[in-house]
């Protein structure tokens, strides 16, 4: 539980819109990267391996191969050198964190395609519908048959 406090101080440092993605997502980061006076903004492409933590201490990893070489970032997700992250592609995955991806290379490294992208929209997971199975009948009541015992025993 957060002192109010604290919270109240992070509030303001939040980004109003944050950006939508997901583990596995294939994205574009747009960093501000400021080099002696200039400023410009240099695109860092790759998936989503994890995110981390809550609020303004909020992170997510995204990992590219570069030259037969795997390069991962760590972005803090409220930073103010972030200017966008845009979605390229979802994928379908069945786990939390994808640390799996770094022992792989080549064909090895693709996910499975997700839903598909749409502009203006959320790009949240759909709500999961809920599995509707039919009701068991109920069981015929079982009748025994009462045996009679031989006699002379």
């Known amino acids: 539980m957060k002192n109010t406090l604290i919270r109240d101080v992070e509030q303001k440092h939040l980004k109003a819109n944050a950006p939508q993605f997901d583990i596995g997502d294939l994205v574009d980061v747009h960093c501000r990267i400021v080099e002696g006076e200039k400023e410009r903004i240099q695109i860092f492409s790759g998936t989503i391996i994890s995110r981390k933590g809550e609020g303004i201490n909020s992170t997510f990893t ?59 929209a959320g790009n949240s997971k759909p709500p999961r519908a809920a599995a509707t199975e039919p009701e068991p009948e109920p069981a015929a009541a079982v009748q025994t048959a009462e045996v009679p015992e031989p006699a002379g025993v």
């Open 62 to 120: 995204v990992r590219r191969i570069v030259n037969n070489e795997g390069v991962e970032r760590i972005f803090p997700l409220h930073s103010p050198k972030i200017e966008k992250l845009e979605v390229k592609r979802k994928s379908r995955v069945r786990r939390a964190k994808l640390y799996y991806l770094r022992d792989r290379t080549g064909k090895a490294t693709r996910l499975k395609e997700g839903a598909p992208i749409v502009p203006g």
